[in-house]
């Protein structure tokens, strides 16, 4: 089946650094998403990938849809305490109803 | 109500209660998915209703049992439970067929504590 590795797992970084989180497939992907994950809350979606090649953004967080379709990236600028969370990425493969891999979650932490 | 909405936010049960776990979408969507997740753990998929038509069942035990009346409310029907079924469970909704076919919103989850 197919599989999604996502690193690093965890990061400490300082506030104001920026931030670089990857997720690489064993198979090819349709669609990248990359969610939010706050504690005893469900993902939010920051970021939709379609197309390879794609480079998006939403504010302070930057996306690319790799262009062998078997990876994607997420970048967030200048951190704030509040983007403490975890980070999954997902993908999708092509089936008919949208059923998506997740990767395992990065755990990002942010000291003031 | 906007997005996707599920409660109760948390429960507590013992393992000879009987209860459910309710999810609500108003995005227009037609695919519903319950996920579970455990502490340490990826998101676990369980169950998938496209066009409110159960289209996959992960291997789930018999003591989950989902219900999709219509397309905007799902439910999961909790019976029997042992304590390692404690997790959050997590609620998603996606459009079928359509450009945004693969994007799933979630909603906030119920946090379930079996004892």
């Known amino acids: 089946g197919q599989q999604l590795n996502q690193s690093p797992q965890s990061m400490f970084i300082q506030e104001g650094e920026d931030v670089s989180m990857n997720c690489t497939s064993s198979?090819?992907?349709?669609?990248w998403l990359w969610y939010k994950q706050d504690p005893g809350e469900g993902p939010v979606l920051l970021i939709a990938?379609?197309?390879?090649?794609e480079l998006t953004s939403n504010g302070r967080l930057t996306a690319q849809f790799g262009i062998t379709r078997k990876d994607s990236f997420l970048n967030i600028s200048a951190s704030i305490p509040s983007d403490v969370g975890i980070y999954f990425c997902?993908?999708?493969?092509?089936?008919?109803?949208?059923?998506?891999?997740f990767g395992q979650g990065t755990i990002l932490t942010v000291h003031p | 109500e906007t997005g996707v909405t599920q409660t109760p936010r948390h429960l507590v049960m013992g393992m000879t209660n009987k209860k459910s776990l309710k999810c609500e979408q108003h995005?227009?969507?037609?695919?519903m998915y319950w996920y579970k997740q455990s502490a340490k753990k990826p998101l676990e998929l369980m169950f998938v209703?496209?066009?409110?038509?159960?289209?996959e069942n992960n291997s789930v035990p018999s003591r989950f049992s989902p219900e999709c009346p219509n397309s905007s409310h799902l439910f999961l029907h909790l019976h029997t439970l042992q304590p390692e079924d404690s997790a959050l469970y997590l609620c998603?909704?996606?459009?079928?067929?359509?450009?945004?076919?693969?994007?799933?919103?979630f909603g906030p989850g119920t946090r379930l504590t079996v004892l």
């Open positions: 998603a909704s996606s459009q079928v067929g359509g450009t945004s076919t693969d994007t799933q919103y």
């Open positions: 198979s090819i992907f349709n669609t």
């Open positions: 990938l379609y197309k390879a090649g």
């Open positions: 997902a993908g999708h493969g092509g089936t008919s109803y949208g059923k998506l891999t």
């Open positions: 995005l227009g969507h037609n695919a």
């Open positions: 209703y496209s066009l409110e038509e159960r289209v």
